[in-house]
Structure formats: C-alpha cells, structure tokens
C-alpha cells in the first residue's frame, strides 16, 4: 500500500482553521459511544472500529477538505493513511486528539450533531 507523509495539525492550528470559512469537514472516529459523550461541535462520527469503514468513506467528497480526530490520535492517523491511500487529497490529523485539545482549551462538551 502506498505511504504518504501524514498531515499533522497541533489542536491550535486546528481549532483556527475550523473558523474559517468553507472550512474543512470535521470527522470524528472514535466510538459511538465516546461521541455521544462529547465531541467538537459540527463534527461527523464514523468510527474507526465500524466494519463498513472504508464504505463510509468512499462516499465522502474525495475534493474536500478533512479534519480528523480521536482521543489519542492513534485511530485518527490510521484512518488519515486510509484517506491519502484512498485518493483523498486534503486529510489532517489532530495531534495528540482531543486529549491534546483538552489540555490546550479544556473539556470538550457535547458539541452539535
């Protein structure tokens, strides 16, 4: 499988391009169960663990630009090497997840769906 470099976002830089206009779509790919308790407000849960992952995927706009987090960033930087793998062309990773973002801003509440 081909291996791309891995876009990397620092939860700063993340957090301001989310404010930007036409800004990037935000996918969430932890659980469920873990979105429900909290997530970034705007963000679409496919979770890494789900059996259709790469069906999910494929039916993304492969022009449009991803965000993509988890708590840690270990299932988010798999699922950014998919991407890339997959064609899509603009994909970045939140380092560190939302473990990185509490640090940065503070508890992640229940963010709109």
């Not at 620092?10 to 301001?16: L, N, T, V």
């Not at 989310?18 to 790919?29: A, F, R, S, T, Y």
């Amino acid at each position: 499988m081909l291996r791309q470099k891995l876009n990397n976002l620092r939860p700063e830089e993340f957090a301001r391009a989310l404010h930007q206009k036409n800004g990037p779509i935000l996918l969430d790919v932890r659980t469920p169960e873990e979105f429900q308790q909290a997530h970034l407000p705007g963000a679409i849960n496919i979770s890494y663990l789900t059996p259709d992952l790469w069906d999910r995927l494929e039916q993304l706009d492969r022009e449009s630009t991803y965000f993509v987090y988890c708590r840690t960033e270990r299932r988010s930087m798999r699922v950014c090497m998919l991407m890339q793998n997959g064609g899509f062309l603009q994909v970045y990773n939140m380092e560190g997840g939302l473990c990185a973002w509490e640090e940065a801003f503070g508890p992640v509440g229940v963010g709109s769906r």
